[in-house]
């Protein structure tokens, strides 16, 4: 079966600089989330997208932006990167009407 | 505000022994409930869930879950520990969907490491 699929996988980038995040759902799911999980910490929600539309926001900071494309990927943009910025970022993908939403296998951001 | 607790930071327990990994959540009503395990460094697999009807559900691998409205909590169990179960295990919530304006994020606990002894 298809999956959740992010890329890059592993992303390093040096500070202020940006990056971008791809994430591409599982065929027919309309809905994206994104989560940052920081090490040694539980993944904490950033934003999310319904049928190309920003449906809900969580603690996503403001040099952050996100979209859902027209064919349902979804890209994290992150601008002025910090060191607290290294994490793992984790894309999940749900059907409308469905309750579960199916993770990406994440990919993971380094800042030096 | 929806929130996850799960008291136990670290568990170490030895092979073969039973587990229990405890969870309890805020929310205003039943919500969607999920048990996550993440080996170092990969991403999230989902072990069970529970939507609604049989409080006790069972998942992959041998773990099973029960759901106490009481109270407000879903703990995880395994009768037989393995080595290979040594991760890290993270109990999340979710608002239900059929309620206006839940869009289905979770909100995760602390996460609970477990150790297995040989």
């Known amino acids: 079966a298809a999956g959740v699929i992010q890329s890059p996988r592993h992303l390093i980038k040096e500070k202020r600089e940006t990056a971008t995040l791809k994430c591409y759902p599982i065929p027919r799911h309309d809905t994206v989330y994104w989560y940052q999980q920081g090490p040694g910490q539980d993944p904490q929600f950033l934003i999310s997208?319904?049928?190309?539309?920003?449906?809900d926001k969580g603690s996503i900071p403001d040099r952050f932006s996100a979209q859902q494309f027209s064919d349902y990927h979804s890209e994290l943009n992150m601008s002025s990167l910090e060191l607290g910025d290294s994490a793992l970022y984790f894309c999940a993908s749900r059907r409308d009407r469905d309750n579960e939403q199916f993770f990406g296998p994440g990919t993971r951001l380094t800042v030096l | 505000a929806q929130s996850v607790t799960q008291p136990d930071i670290h568990i170490t327990v030895s092979e073969g022994a039973s587990l229990e990994l405890r969870c309890n959540y805020s929310y205003g009503a039943t919500p969607y409930l999920f048990w996550y395990v993440q080996s170092p460094g990969q991403g999230l697999q989902l072990l069970l869930k529970y939507f609604s009807g049989d409080t006790l559900v069972q998942g992959i691998k041998g773990f099973e879950a029960e759901f106490k409205r009481s109270q407000s909590s879903f703990n995880l169990r395994k009768p037989s520990v393995h080595w290979s179960d040594a991760a890290e295990y993270f109990c999340?919530?979710?608002?239900?969907?059929?309620?206006?304006?839940?869009?289905?994020?979770?909100?995760f606990g602390q996460g609970t490491t477990l150790q297995v002894k040989p």
């Open positions: 999340a919530v979710g608002a239900r969907l059929e309620v206006a304006g839940n869009t289905g994020k979770l909100i």
């Open positions: 997208f319904y049928e190309k539309m920003q449906s």
